[in-house]
């Protein structure tokens, strides 16, 4: 059973950084997708951040040039480093992993169809 535990959330001013973590109980060098998604009250899960077996990346719109996704397989940890926050970055901030069943990396992107495994999730409050 896969296990992918959160942490680095908080609350920061707009322009301010944090940096996310995501710490899986086993090896994540094998995993074809892994990604970050977030949701706000009131509106639906959406990707934010994928990171692919091979490090490709790709990312929302509403985040391109201010967040950058990465992972450390030796450390089983996926990061995410989210710079220049605006209040509507704030949410709940998801980590996701595709399952072993998959292995072709044409398959990833932002879409929660992609992914079988989730973290508890870790709160960005970003204040004006």
């Known amino acids: 059973q896969v296990q992918l535990v959160e942490s680095g959330g908080g609350s920061v001013q707009a322009g301010g950084s944090l940096r996310l973590s995501c710490a899986a109980s086993?090896?994540?060098?094998?995993?074809?997708?892994m990604a970050w998604f977030r949701q706000a009250p009131g509106k639906e899960r959406e990707g934010v951040a994928v990171i692919d077996r091979d490090h490709k990346t790709n990312y929302a719109d509403s985040v391109k040039g201010r967040f950058t996704i990465s992972k450390d397989n030796a450390k089983n940890t996926l990061y995410l480093q989210m710079n220049s926050l605006k209040p509507e970055d704030t949410a709940m901030y998801y980590c996701?992993?595709?399952?072993?069943?998959?292995?072709?990396?044409?398959?990833?992107?932002?879409?929660?169809?992609?992914?079988?495994?989730w973290g508890q999730g870790t709160q960005v409050t970003v204040s004006s």
């Open positions: 086993g090896y994540i060098g094998t995993a074809a997708c």
């Open positions: 996701a992993r595709s399952g072993f069943s998959l292995y072709d990396t044409s398959y990833c992107r932002l879409s929660r169809g992609v992914f079988n495994y």
